[in-house]
């Protein structure tokens, strides 16, 4: 049988899939597709999310302000995730974090809403879902001052050490890899999927971004997850099939859901 994956992160609310969103969408099983979650970036593209959820079984939503948009974030933002939140779609709060390689909003806005929306996913008791860019030391450390018991989630496209991703995985989090693994020098991706532990590993695509060898710079779509799984299985010596398993079960225990095969 074909393999299933799990996408744990996509962005199918993009305008890069507005031509052929429905379409695209509808594929996904057929391509290989058994479950997505699509995180928000700000209040709006987490109500596309959370939109999109109510239409697809198969899709789940997480809602969230990632730190380019930080700027926009005040009391009542956080009010309306906290609402969004309510819906049995919505998994996690996500996309959070800091960013320091775009810095979009400056750094001090980053850190208080990434503490913030830490706080609402403690009190929702709900896992949250850390974009972190060459910020790497700031967000374990505001994480480990922001850890409570129960904290959960996913450290998504995962790009720094293996030492530190044995810390993130001490705080109760996941680390999912994408198509960054696949480039030919990308050496820290590919440590980490060899060595981090099985039971921790997640697999995405984040898509429409960061396409995987051979789509590297296109339009990336959650099918090309395929190509993370593979790179993670050569590099692990196990079949393709293991990767899919293991990502899935990982993905159904984080967040509580039952696994229907
Ligand atoms: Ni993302």
Same mark, same amino acid.
């Given at each position: 049988? @074909? #393999?299933? $994956?799990?996408?744990?992160?996509?962005?199918?609310?993009? @305008?890069? $899939? !507005?031509?052929?969103?429905?379409?695209?969408?509808?594929?996904? %099983? &057929? #391509?290989?597709? &058994?479950?997505?979650?699509n995180p928000g970036s700000d209040l709006d593209t987490s109500k596309a999310a959370v939109g999109l959820a109510d239409k697809y079984p198969f899709i789940f939503a997480a809602v969230g302000c990632h730190p380019h948009d930080s700027r926009l974030m005040n009391d009542d933002t956080m009010e309306a995730f906290r609402k969004l939140s309510e819906n049995k779609k919505v998994l996690g709060i996500?996309? /959070?974090? =800091?960013?320091?390689?775009? !810095? #979009?909003?400056? +750094?001090?806005?980053?850190? /208080?809403? $990434? +503490?913030?929306?830490?706080?609402?996913?403690?009190?929702?008791?709900?896992? %949250?879902?850390?974009?972190? +860019?060459?910020?790497?030391? !700031?967000?374990?450390?505001?994480?480990?001052? @922001?850890?409570?018991?129960?904290?959960?989630? /996913? =450290?998504?496209? %995962?790009?720094?050490? /293996?030492?530190?991703?044995?810390?993130f995985i001490k705080l109760g989090f996941y680390i999912s890899l994408g198509g960054p693994v696949t480039f030919k020098k990308s050496k820290t991706p590919k440590q980490v999927a060899k060595e981090v532990p099985f039971d921790r590993l997640l697999i995405e695509t984040d898509c429409p971004y960061l396409a995987p060898e051979p789509f590297r710079g296109k339009r990336n779509e959650p099918k090309n997850v395929k190509f993370v799984a593979e790179e993670i299985a050569r590099i692990r010596e196990v079949g393709t099939d293991i990767i899919a398993e293991k990502t899935k079960e990982n993905f159904y225990r984080l967040f509580n859901l039952k696994q229907e095969n």
């Open positions: 049988m @074909e #393999n299933k $994956f799990i996408d744990s992160h996509v962005h199918l609310d993009d @305008e890069k $899939f !507005d031509h052929d969103r429905e379409a695209l969408i509808s594929s996904l %099983y &057929e #391509n290989g597709i &058994e479950l997505v979650l996500g996309e /959070i974090g =800091l960013d320091y390689y775009y !810095d #979009n909003s400056d +750094r001090e806005t980053q850190k /208080i809403w $990434f +503490r913030e929306q830490i706080r609402l996913a403690k009190e929702l008791d709900l896992p %949250y879902i850390v974009h972190d +860019r060459d910020a790497h030391e !700031d967000v374990l450390k505001i994480m480990k001052e @922001e850890h409570y018991s129960g904290t959960r989630g /996913i =450290l998504h496209c %995962y790009s720094s050490s /293996i030492e530190m991703a044995k810390e």
